[in-house]
């Protein structure tokens, strides 16, 4: 049988998706995630700050620092030679790059004013750093990855995929109300309870699931946490409903949580 010469597209093809290119994608990706909110984050003047539905205290916004230093971290570490054809970077590798990148596009479309795609890629980093933290944490389970491979991955993905789930939730409320999709009020409020039981959901399921003992699902849990307590104190004197289904959630994860260990 004659065996064909690959043709130009199937050499473009392999070259964009082979190791060297992932490990530069994240590499570029994780420095614009650092550098394009810093240098080129969103500004509202006080009138033009989008409603406050659900949003947490102003304190919880710094886990964007450890965020940065571990999404560094990992760009650093997966970048060596020896981790270049590691299965688990392969696997768990892509979805965090398309993770950092997001986080890296979401400053300049909303300093823009292009709120809608802004929202689609607080969406983005919700699934990809998602996506990229289950792979993590069934090598991890799986023993797959070395105490270091779990320090340099695990910090990463876990508090990004919380992050970028509770900044999800919170701008989507925010967003339709800010749209009159929704109408401020009762009706708003409704709406942003509903988002936090969705966010507890998804916690419970990670405190609770089959890989709720991997690193990376603590880290996930304790982000998500975070975020809730946020919300507590940013909504305990304006939205008394919005505050206790916060409370319930975090206090549902840290139950089911000590229950299954």
Not at 12 to 34: E, F, I, Y
Not at 78 to 104: D, S, Y
Request: some cysteine; aromatic content about 8%; overall charge positive.
């Amino acid at each position: 049988m004659t065996v064909l010469p690959p043709r130009s597209t199937d050499r473009v093809w392999a070259a964009a998706s082979g190791d060297h290119s992932r490990q530069a994608l994240t590499c570029v990706a994780a420095a614009a995630q650092v550098l394009l909110p810093t240098f080129y984050g969103p500004r509202f003047r006080r009138e033009d700050a989008p409603p406050n539905v659900i949003q947490p205290a102003p304190y919880a916004f710094t886990v964007w620092f450890p965020i940065f230093a571990s999404s560094i971290v990992y760009a650093i570490h997966q970048a060596r030679g020896p981790a270049r054809t590691r299965e688990t970077w392969r696997g768990a590798g892509w979805p965090l790059a398309g993770a950092f990148a997001a986080t890296g596009i979401w400053a300049p479309l909303v300093r823009s004013g292009r709120f809608w795609e802004a929202q689609a890629a607080l969406a983005a980093i919700a699934v990809l750093a998602e996506t990229g933290r289950r792979r993590i944490a069934r090598a991890e389970l799986n023993d797959e990855l070395t105490a270091v491979e779990v320090a340099a991955a695990a910090p990463a993905a876990g508090m990004l995929a919380a992050w970028g789930q509770a900044a999800c939730g919170v701008n989507l409320a925010s967003m339709l109300v800010a749209r009159d999709i929704v109408p401020a009020g009762p009706k708003a409020a409704a709406v942003g309870v509903s988002l936090l039981a969705a966010l507890g959901a998804l916690g419970a399921g990670v405190v609770s699931g089959p890989e709720r003992a991997s690193v990376s699902s603590r880290v996930y849990a304790g982000t998500l946490l975070w975020a809730f307590a946020g919300v507590v104190i940013g909504q305990r004197g304006r939205s008394a409903p919005a505050a206790a289904t916060a409370g319930g959630a975090a206090l549902t994860m840290l139950v089911l949580g000590a229950r299954k260990r």
